[in-house]
């Protein structure tokens, strides 16, 4: 199978995150410019209500350019605060690049998002596909340039009774795990026709 990893966590104390999209709409009326660093952002709550919030998404060639904007260097600054005041070794480490989640494996490219917490009485998995402007957070489980076929594999019944049966639950609801679950579910092996089907 291909591989799953976690979402991006941000350990941020909030400032690369908007709660609100007023917030976002506000900085792009003020710094049009900070639009290119903006990206949607989807956990689990988000995924299973069909909604999200917005993040900041600067890659390393964009620091300087995303320092320029006041309000985005306002952020990144109190970023590098609460990481370097946190008692975590990834938030410390990370305080070095303020502008960067401490954990980022999102890659361009559809990815498929599977909640990391979900409902036992929901007849099947949910889970789907975003493009490479949705960063997946950190309380979902992300396969970064996902095939479509997978979707068919992680939203089957018989997936759902296997990470019944080997993961943890979170009082009645499944807790999904790459690792107790993905990485051990029995898939023979595939051809071509089989992913086709």
């Given at each position: 199978?291909?591989?799953?990893?976690?979402?991006?966590?941000?350990?941020?104390?909030?400032?690369?995150?908007?709660?609100?999209?007023?917030?976002?709409?506000?900085?792009?009326?003020?710094?049009?410019?900070?639009?290119?660093?903006?990206?949607?952002?989807?956990?689990?709550?988000?995924?299973?209500?069909?909604?999200?919030?917005?993040?900041?998404?600067?890659?390393?060639?964009?620091?300087?350019?995303?320092?320029?904007?006041?309000?985005?260097?306002?952020?990144?600054?109190?970023?590098f605060?609460?990481r370097?005041?946190?008692?975590?070794?990834?938030?410390?480490?990370?305080?070095?690049?303020?502008?960067?989640?401490?954990?980022?494996?999102?890659?361009?490219?559809?990815?498929?998002?599977?909640?990391?917490?979900?409902?036992?009485?929901?007849?099947?998995?949910?889970?789907?596909?975003?493009?490479?402007?949705?960063?997946?957070?950190?309380?979902?489980?992300?396969?970064?340039?996902?095939?479509?076929?997978?979707?068919?594999?992680?939203?089957?019944?018989?997936?759902?009774?296997?990470?019944?049966?080997?993961?943890?639950?979170l009082?009645?609801?499944?807790r999904?795990?790459?690792?107790l679950?993905?990485n051990?579910?029995?898939?023979?092996?595939?051809?071509?026709?089989?992913?086709?089907?």
């Amino acid at each position: 199978l291909p591989e799953m990893d976690y979402g991006n966590k941000p350990s941020d104390g909030g400032n690369l995150i908007f709660e609100d999209r007023s917030d976002v709409a506000a900085l792009v009326a003020s710094n049009p410019q900070s639009a290119a660093f903006i990206k949607k952002y989807v956990g689990s709550f988000e995924f299973v209500r069909s909604t999200f919030r917005h993040c900041l998404w600067i890659d390393d060639n964009e620091r300087e350019m995303a320092l320029s904007i006041a309000d985005i260097r306002e952020r990144i600054k109190k970023v590098f605060e609460v990481r370097t005041a946190s008692k975590g070794k990834q938030s410390n480490d990370g305080a070095r690049n303020p502008h960067r989640f401490v954990y980022a494996p999102h890659r361009q490219g559809t990815s498929l998002i599977v909640p990391r917490v979900t409902s036992e009485n929901r007849p099947y998995l949910p889970c789907g596909f975003l493009d490479e402007n949705s960063i997946i957070a950190d309380t979902a489980a992300a396969v970064y340039e996902a095939p479509i076929w997978l979707l068919a594999l992680v939203a089957s019944r018989l997936h759902q009774q296997w990470i019944a049966n080997v993961c943890v639950r979170l009082r009645t609801d499944y807790r999904y795990s790459n690792t107790l679950g993905y990485n051990t579910f029995p898939v023979p092996k595939l051809t071509e026709q089989n992913k086709a089907d």
